[in-house]
């Protein structure tokens, strides 16, 4: 496997990694609002969205890096194919 193959492989384990530390970050949210009285999940979950749309955004700019770097791996690797 060429340096190229083992670069291709690590971005896409990152990519993956990012997907299941969302979902993992979905389910602590969720078990989290149970625990919050019902009159005070209003302003909790604004303040949590907040958080969240922010995360949400750094992930998909964090994604969208990955990708380019890919897509540079690529056509880096079919120069030598």
Request: charged share 40%; net charge negative.
């Amino acid at each position: 496997m060429s340096n190229a193959d083992d670069r291709i492989e690590d971005n896409n384990m990152s990519t993956k990694s990012v997907k299941a530390a969302m979902e993992r970050a979905a389910t602590e949210f969720e078990g989290i609002l149970k625990l919050i009285p019902e009159d005070e999940r209003r302003y909790s979950i604004l303040r949590a969205r907040g958080r969240i749309e922010k995360l949400y955004k750094e992930t998909l700019e964090e994604l969208q890096s990955l990708k380019n770097v890919l897509e540079e791996l690529q056509i880096e690797k079919s120069k030598y194919i």
